[in-house]
């Protein structure tokens, strides 16, 4: 019989606003050395565009907060610098 250990769970990291969005948060995430499962990806095809029902990107807990970490900094990333802004 296989033992169930902690670090063997899975839990959601991210929620994505669209499949697309959750594929480049699994990219980076795999760029880190961190498996990651986009869970939701095709919800879309079946059931269209509904409000609440998004992508999810999921890793094992004992990654959770590395891939946190490398989420976190991807949006810093993203994010306009406000000094560049007030430049414009």
């Given at each position: 019989?296989?033992?169930?250990?902690?670090?063997?769970?899975?839990?959601?990291?991210?929620t994505a606003i669209n499949p697309l969005q959750a594929?480049?948060?699994?990219?980076?995430l795999a760029a880190a050395g961190i498996k990651s499962?986009?869970?939701?990806?095709?919800?879309?095809?079946?059931?269209?565009?509904?409000?609440?029902?998004?992508?999810?990107?999921?890793?094992?807990?004992?990654?959770?907060?590395?891939?946190?970490?490398?989420?976190?900094?991807?949006?810093?990333?993203?994010?306009?610098?406000?000094?560049?802004?007030?430049?414009?």
């Amino acid at each position: 019989m296989a033992t169930f250990e902690p670090s063997d769970d899975i839990v959601p990291v991210a929620t994505a606003i669209n499949p697309l969005q959750a594929h480049i948060y699994q990219q980076a995430l795999a760029a880190a050395g961190i498996k990651s499962r986009v869970v939701g990806d095709f919800l879309d095809a079946g059931l269209g565009d509904i409000p609440g029902i998004n992508s999810e990107v999921w890793v094992h807990r004992n990654d959770l907060a590395r891939a946190e970490a490398v989420l976190r900094q991807g949006q810093e990333h993203a994010e306009p610098d406000s000094s560049e802004e007030a430049e414009s």
